[in-house]
């Protein structure tokens, strides 16, 4: 167990990281724009969004139509040039963790994957793909929730896990979907094997937990960077489910370089979530699992679906903050931020 002084440290820590990552993507990163990664061509391309309105109590409002938003990129009012309501269809992957982190509580896993998919609208569409060291694809895409739930239950293996490997394919496949709304919902700790080893090579010199953290820049990821690019250019949303097994403040022996590994591991999943308008599920405990995947499918038939192509005299390249506004002004709209645009 850790010390109860060092288990609120640990807690300050994630929030703080947490913390100055939203703010980093609200301000539009310049290390992901210096770097080239995370750019949406938009000459070409729709920007997509998927978003939710609710009202002050958090109720969600499903009644709205095309003429009931506003879209403003970097202030400036934007032609909506389609909009689906709450009603129509998701194509979404059903990305599931199945490394050697998750078998001690597979069988968990997998009642509260079925009880997603019972959920889920008639005509939304499901594939299945399982991760660890290796991505394999059970089920591809359909509406038969027989044939999807005997994938979830064909799932297995053991091994190292290629978390953001595995989300570049999903949304990969999510491109054969057409122009149809796209999800990705992703159950896992979040420790990518890879990351992992790069992380603890960049905190190797640290000697407390605060240096630790600090030496990781969530965000700086290629691997990360390369999955919201994909999922900015298809208008993807993603919702992580985070698993209590790479939760920082569990961690069974604490040292600074292990703790900064999962609170960025942690922080990336946030970063996940916010930049594609979607939201990080924490499970604290197995039983928690079916509530927190019930809450994932409310939530998808609750979104509406607007696109635009941007129109502006600036053309310089960078962040693009995107804003929607609601003629109701009580009523709160929440979608991705923004994009780089190149």
Avoid: C
Wanted: hydrophobic content about 40%; overall charge positive.
């Amino acid at each position: 167990m850790i010390h109860p002084f060092r288990f609120a440290s640990i807690i300050h820590i994630f929030r703080s990281v947490l913390l100055i990552s939203s703010l980093m993507i609200a301000g539009a990163l310049s290390v992901r724009a210096q770097g080239g990664e995370d750019v949406v061509r938009i000459e070409s391309n729709l920007v997509q969004l998927n978003v939710g309105v609710v009202n002050k109590q958090g109720n969600a409002i499903l009644n709205l139509s095309r003429g009931d938003f506003a879209v403003y990129e970097n202030g400036v009012r934007q032609e909506i040039q389609a909009f689906e309501p709450t009603d129509k269809p998701f194509s979404l992957v059903l990305l599931l963790d199945v490394s050697g982190s998750t078998i001690t509580f597979r069988e968990t896993l997998k009642q509260a994957a079925y009880r997603f998919l019972d959920a889920l609208k008639p005509d939304d569409r499901v594939e299945v793909v399982a991760f660890n060291e290796k991505i394999k694809t059970i089920s591809s895409f359909t509406n038969d929730r027989r044939k999807t739930a005997t994938a979830i239950w064909a799932a297995d293996g053991k091994g190292q896990t290629e978390f953001y490997k595995s989300l570049s394919f999903a949304i990969n496949e999510l491109s054969k979907e057409g122009t149809r709304r796209k999800a990705v919902v992703v159950m896992t700790d979040g420790i990518d094997s890879n990351l992992r080893k790069v992380d603890r090579m960049k905190a190797a010199q640290a000697t407390t937990d605060v240096e630790a953290v600090a030496s990781i820049q969530p965000d700086a990821s290629p691997e990360l960077q390369a999955v919201l690019t994909s999922a900015d250019r298809q208008g993807v949303t993603i919702y992580p489910l985070a698993l209590p097994s790479g939760d920082p403040k569990r961690i069974a022996l604490p040292d600074p370089q292990i703790i900064a590994v999962y609170v960025t591991a942690r922080s990336r999943l946030e970063i996940l979530a916010n930049r594609t308008g979607g939201e990080l599920n924490a499970i604290n405990r197995l039983d928690e699992l079916s509530k927190v995947y019930l809450r994932v499918a409310a939530n998808l038939r609750t979104l509406y679906t607007i696109a635009y192509k941007p129109e502006r005299k600036d053309l310089k390249t960078g962040w693009r903050e995107v804003r929607i506004e609601v003629s109701q002004p009580e009523l709160l709209a929440h979608t991705r931020p923004g994009y780089f645009a190149r």
